[in-house]
């Protein structure tokens, strides 16, 4: 017979183990059957959810704009003179008419003496070729004076009459530039910071300025939009996906840095219609209303556009929509009563919910909450809407 080799016994300790071996692969084998398809039914998870319906959805455009006023005058010279008075604090309000600035006005009032002294002495010059004239007239009449020399008076009293219309020029211009030392606010707004101060040298020209004044009522709100998104509005325009009031008549609304909104509205009343060729951007400008001056020449607010409508848009409450590595999703239950993972495209937002471009349709019910713990083909029961949430979405 042939030799077989001797097979060696288990030792004590392992005989010893088997056993309990045994039972934790029998309770593994368990488990895993009561998970498994074939073992006992796993309950649905519960959701909240939302049934998609489309709406016509208000869209509101934003940017970050800059307010000026809507008339800055500058506030100049028109004679040289040293700054005697500044008669107002710089960045108060002023009233049109309102003394800002007088210069020493000594040498144009002497100017106007002596403009005023000339003109004295002219029309009684002319009063004198008037007497003349007078005394000669019956004379010629009566072939006493040859009418040469009533010519002659004539003459002289044309040219006196001349020289007069030229002295009383003289004195109107003085005493406009005598007027011109008293500088006042040619609008009621804003004053700004004086340039020039007191006791110094000013004149017309390149350096007369001294200060400028805004009108504050009504506004300037001046803002850019992009050549990109002008680009996409007009395609969303030629697709019936925004309709925008005719003719741009948006309405505008100013929210201040705290959130709050300025009590008026305002319209769009310039846009370039070029583009800025170092930035890309189309200047845009709104005038408002500013009673009370709750704004202020210089300020940044957002502006809001308002008007525009999405026709028959989709949106979803925005703790729906989740963000993956493949982008923004959220979880659709299907016909089945199934989880579906669907990847999304979104708009922006309108209130508490999302718009959504693609990726949903109307009519589909989407998960808002309880969707992180759900996997794609999970069975899940629809359970209360969420509160304060669009039930449904888009009504």
């Not at 097979?7 to 368990?30: D, G, K, M, W, Y």
């Not at 108060?92 to 005023?116: C, H, S, W």
């Amino acid at each position: 017979m042939p030799a077989f080799p001797q097979l060696h016994r288990p030792s004590a300790a392992i005989r010893n183990l088997l056993p309990v071996l045994l039972l934790l692969f029998v309770l593994a084998c368990s488990k895993h059957d009561a998970a498994a398809p074939g073992g006992a039914a796993v309950p649905p998870a519960e959701v909240t959810a939302v049934k998609v319906v489309p709406a016509d959805i208000p869209m509101v455009l934003d940017y970050l704009g800059q307010t000026e006023g809507s008339r800055v005058i500058e506030v100049r010279t028109r004679v040289e003179g040293v700054l005697q008075k500044m008669n107002f604090k710089e960045g108060n309000l002023v009233k049109a008419g309102e003394v800002l600035y007088r210069l020493d006005p000594r040498q144009f009032e002497i100017t106007l003496e002596n403009a005023r002294a000339d003109l004295a002495l002219e029309e009684a010059r002319l009063e004198n070729a008037r007497r003349s004239v007078r005394r000669l007239k019956p004379l010629v009449e009566q072939n006493a004076v040859s009418q040469k020399d009533m010519d002659d008076a004539l003459s002289a009293e044309t040219t006196a009459a001349a020289v007069v219309r030229g002295a009383k020029a003289k004195v109107s211009e003085a005493e406009m530039k005598l007027g011109y030392t008293v500088i006042t606010a040619p609008i009621s707004g804003a004053v700004g910071r004086s340039l020039k101060h007191e006791g110094s040298l000013v004149s017309p020209g390149g350096e007369g300025l001294l200060t400028t004044v805004s009108l504050l009522n009504p506004l300037y709100v001046n803002f850019n939009i992009s050549e990109n998104e002008t680009i996409r509005h007009n395609d969303e325009e030629k697709h019936k996906t925004v309709r925008f009031p005719a003719g741009g008549n948006f309405d505008v609304r100013l929210k201040l840095a705290d959130d709050s909104f300025v009590p008026v509205t305002g319209k769009l009343n310039f846009a370039n219609p070029l583009y800025n060729k170092e930035t890309g951007t189309m200047s845009v400008r709104a005038e408002v209303k500013n009673p009370g001056y709750i704004l202020l020449p210089g300020q940044y607010v957002r502006v809001h556009l308002m008007g525009a409508v999405r026709p028959g848009a989709i949106q979803v409450p925005q703790r729906a929509v989740m963000q993956g590595q493949k982008g923004k999703f959220v979880i659709v239950v299907d016909a089945a009563s199934k989880a579906e993972v669907r990847t999304v495209e979104v708009g922006e937002w309108s209130g508490e919910n999302w718009i959504i471009t693609s990726g949903v349709k109307a009519g589909e019910t989407v998960v808002v909450d309880g969707a992180m713990k759900l996997q794609a083909g999970q069975p899940v029961k629809v359970v209360t809407a969420p509160a304060g949430a669009a039930a449904p979405a888009g009504r």
